[in-house]
């Protein structure tokens, strides 16, 4: 049994699409372990994106995800990464397929929507951060 880490980012709370993106996950059989709507401060929001210190997106994508409350959930079941990983999409929505989440609803490279842990590794990291 696998967790993950998801943050739905600030424009789904502004489109009103917690729930239809919730309920994509709740069909596919991942259960949601924690969840909690919060406004993450810069310090947290840069450790959570640490990785990215020094890229050129870097300070762009600080201030998209404290520019208003996000819904972070732990979720798990059997290879939960990868799954979750599938069904959100390319980070790029430009490519993001049709049926992905990013595919489906989001148009911005910067403005994703949603967040997603990229291995077991960062799941742990992330869920660290949060919870
Ligand atoms: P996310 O899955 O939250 O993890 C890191 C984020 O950085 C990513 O989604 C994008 O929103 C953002 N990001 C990654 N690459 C770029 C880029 N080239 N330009 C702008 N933002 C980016």
Redesign the pocket.
């Known amino acids: 049994m696998q967790r993950s880490l998801i943050?739905l980012?600030p424009e789904v709370l502004r489109r009103g699409l917690a729930g239809e993106i919730m309920a994509r996950f709740e069909r596919r059989g991942i259960r949601i372990d924690e969840m909690k709507l919060t406004t993450l401060t810069p310090e947290i929001a840069a450790h959570h994106?640490q990785?990215?210190i020094g890229?050129?997106?870097?300070q762009?994508?600080i201030d998209?995800?404290i520019s208003g409350p996000v819904v972070v959930m732990i979720v798990s079941g059997d290879d939960v990464v990868s799954i979750v990983r599938l069904m959100?999409g390319s980070?790029?929505p430009a490519v993001a397929l049709p049926g992905t989440i990013r595919g489906d609803y989001a148009t911005?490279?910067?403005?994703?929507i949603?967040?997603?842990s990229?291995s077991i590794e960062s799941a742990a990291r992330e869920i660290a951060i949060f919870f």
């Open positions: 943050i980012k994106y990785d990215h890229k050129p997106f870097f762009s994508l998209y995800i959100v980070t790029n911005s490279i910067s403005e994703n949603i967040h997603a990229d």
